[in-house]
């Protein structure tokens, strides 16, 4: 099968990238993990990634903040944002700020599985 692109996946639950990287493997794509959101941001100084998937919610630097770093570095990678604390105003946050979606935990893996391919076969 061929590598259908390169996704980075901070969430500060190890139980979600435990989760979420097998999942994404099986389908095609090289995944990368990070529960420490700083040490995301300095990933992705270092390497362009198709996808990232983060949490809002972080200790540390957190999802909006991952999102506007990868906006400024690559504004061709397309972020998704996963929250266990939805609301509107941050849905809305997200989306003005260029977010590709905006997920509520708990999520069916398949359901971000297909979101992403969705996004990347665009």
Do not use: N
Request: charged share 30%; proline share 4%; net charge negative.
């Amino acid at each position: 099968m061929a590598l259908k692109g390169k996704i980075l996946v901070v969430d500060d639950e190890p139980i979600v990238c435990e989760r979420l990287k097998p999942a994404l493997e099986k389908i095609g794509f090289y995944v990368e993990t990070h529960t420490d959101s700083q040490d995301a941001i300095d990933r992705l100084a270092e390497e362009k990634f198709d996808v990232v998937v983060t949490d809002i919610k972080m200790k540390g630097p957190d999802g909006l903040d991952i999102l506007h770093f990868v906006k400024q570095q690559s504004p061709s990678t397309h972020v998704v944002i996963i929250t266990g604390f939805a609301t509107v105003d941050s849905a809305r946050e997200a989306m003005k700020s260029g977010a590709a979606d905006f997920i509520a935990k708990p999520f069916k893996i398949r359901q971000l599985r297909d979101l992403i391919l969705r996004i990347v076969e665009k």
